[in-house]
């Protein structure tokens, strides 16, 4: 069951107006891939609404009251001065990160798209060539990272399970734990890419047929990115590439190409506004988004983030 109360400092990413037919003002936070609403009597909701926006015009942290359960914002205020230095010593910002880039899924051609040295010119896929050598190695991983999933009896095999199993909020720190077993025991590069739906009233939408088959929404997504190269045997020759492939048993079986995970995120059976705006590949370290367009990143670089939340998540599922 999903906690019906959370209190967190957080920086808001973007207060959206109603949506045509609806009444609630949507609020993003950096920090939750989960998009909130503000909702209730007017006096309280334009209080809430009004303490938001301010935190945003300032781009300074709020305490907020949430309701993950009905995905409703309760209440929101500053932070004391304490909590504001705490929250900002725990994040450091990303050095010099990528550029996000817009983005149509429909038109892309995963015949090229996926190729690394073709399409994905992304300065974060130069730092490093520690290529995974085959598809059955990067399987091999998969199935070790899915294999520490919290709703799978006995102890995991690392120091925190990974709660795969609610994917309604948490993917940063789904994939930074996975980018810590990626590069320190399987000893292969690892970057991340997220997606985003930052533009007008977008959303990502995606059906959880992994965990019972409910719509999931969100305004952004990140896992774990690998390189794995591959040798694919025609008549006249064997030719070898190196494809971009995304881990996420949370919402796959196997590693999937990075096209596949993109489109997968727009499933308007959900959400009739399901669209990915743009994307972005990033270094491993980067951990959340730190604004709306998806041009700073936070990082987590103790794990202590992500170990408070996988704790926090580790007994939730994801449909009802």
């Not at 305490?63 to 705490?86: S, Y």
């Not at 009896?153 to 810590?180: L, N």
């Not at 990115?225 to 190196?242: D, N």
Request: net charge positive; aromatic share 10%; glycine share 4%.
């Amino acid at each position: 069951m999903r906690p019906t109360k959370e209190i967190e400092v957080l920086t808001v990413a973007a207060v959206r107006e109603p949506r045509e037919g609806s009444q609630a003002i949507e609020c993003l936070f950096n920090e939750r891939q989960q998009i909130f609403s503000v909702t209730g009597q007017a006096k309280r909701r334009d209080a809430v609404v009004d303490a938001l926006r301010e935190a945003l015009d300032r781009g300074a942290p709020v305490r907020a009251v949430l309701n993950p359960r009905r995905g409703v914002v309760e209440r929101a205020e500053p932070p004391d001065e304490g909590e504001r230095r705490e929250f900002h010593a725990a994040r450091p910002l990303l050095d010099n990160p990528d550029r996000a880039r817009r983005i149509h899924v429909p038109s892309v051609d995963p015949t090229t798209f996926n190729i690394v040295d073709y399409y994905l010119d992304f300065p974060a896929f130069k730092l490093c060539r520690r290529t995974i050598p085959s598809y059955k190695v990067a399987r091999e991983i998969f199935g070790f990272c899915a294999a520490q999933s919290c709703h799978l009896p006995g102890p995991p095999a690392i120091s925190h399970c990974i709660p795969f199993q609610y994917v309604r909020d948490g993917c940063y720190a789904r994939a930074h734990k996975m980018r810590q077993i990626i590069e320190e025991q399987y000893r292969f590069c690892c970057e991340k890419v997220f997606s985003f739906a930052n533009q007008d009233n977008d959303t990502l939408a995606v059906r959880a047929g992994k965990w019972g088959g409910c719509c999931v929404t969100w305004w952004y997504h990140v896992a774990p990115l690998v390189r794995v190269r591959v040798r694919i045997k025609l008549p006249f020759g064997t030719f070898e590439l190196t494809l971009a492939m995304v881990i996420d048993p949370g919402m796959f079986d196997k590693p999937v190409l990075l096209s596949t995970w993109l489109s997968a995120q727009e499933y308007t059976a959900c959400a009739s506004n399901a669209n990915l705006s743009m994307y972005s590949v990033q270094p491993g370290s980067a951990y959340t988004p730190a604004n709306y367009a998806g041009t700073l990143f936070a990082t987590d670089p103790t794990y202590a983030q992500t170990h408070t939340t996988l704790t926090n998540y580790q007994n939730l599922t994801t449909c009802p």
